[in-house]
């Protein structure tokens, strides 16, 4: 199995997982794995970049909000729960923040993977998580988030392993007989006359 196939399982494997409460840490750091063999399948340094900043930026809004609604509620004993209101208002808001943040990053990650692979799905699903982050603030966001999370899954297993680039290419010095040639897709010998690669269907120049 190449590393786009390892990066097509594990990362499907690992949408299903987000959506099964209890273990969706599993499925993030399985879609984390598969990032970065997608960003070293095709060379390109940015996807994993991206997909780690949404990733820390999700785990940072978190972890400041819970600090400071638990801070909010402590205080909130001795301040007749001013300070607790004070605090789930502004921790909720900060994890509000850190949301659109990561969803950000994840969109330009998922573009530059749809451009790529040639998978559109990647890019519809970031847009939806992104407009999903923001409309959390009036919940229907939450459901925006649910379907982007679906798309996330149908767009890993869409992934088409024999992407150009990525296969091993026909040795040059071994050239091809007379009357053939290589598709320089896929690697595939065919007629010298063919147009259109019989196996993956590229065109020939």
């Known amino acids: 199995m190449t590393r ?3 990066a097509k399982l ?3 494997i690992g949408s299903i997982l987000l959506l099964i409460p209890g273990v969706s840490i599993v499925g993030y750091i399985l879609i984390l794995i598969a990032g970065k063999f997608i960003s070293d399948e095709l060379g ?3 996807i994993f970049d991206n997909m780690l900043y949404a990733v820390i930026a999700g785990i940072v809004g978190v ?3 819970a600090f400071i609604i638990f801070t909010g509620a402590m205080f909130g004993v001795f301040t ?3 300070s607790a ?3 789930l208002i502004v921790g909720l808001a900060i994890a509000w923040i850190g949301l659109i943040v990561s969803s950000i990053f994840l969109r330009r990650a998922y573009g530059t993977m749809a451009t790529k692979l040639n998978v559109d799905t990647f890019k519809t699903a ?3 998580y992104f407009i999903g982050a923001i409309l959390t603030i009036v919940l229907v966001g939450f459901l925006i988030l649910f379907v982007a999370a679906i798309l996330q899954i149908v767009a890993f297993f869409s992934i088409n392993e024999m992407v150009q680039g990525t296969q091993p290419q026909p040795i040059a010095a071994q050239g091809a007989p007379a009357g053939m040639k290589f598709c320089p897709s896929c690697g595939v010998q065919m ?3 063919a147009t259109f690669c019989p196996k993956c269907g590229a065109k020939q120049p």
């Open 4 to 6: 786009l196939g390892d």
């Open 10 to 12: 594990l990362g499907g």
């Open 44 to 46: 390109d340094k940015s």
């Open 63 to 65: 972890a400041a909000a």
């Open 80 to 82: 007749f729960a001013i």
């Open 85 to 87: 209101i004070a605090g």
């Open 126 to 128: 970031g847009l939806l």
């Open 191 to 193: 007629a010298a006359s």
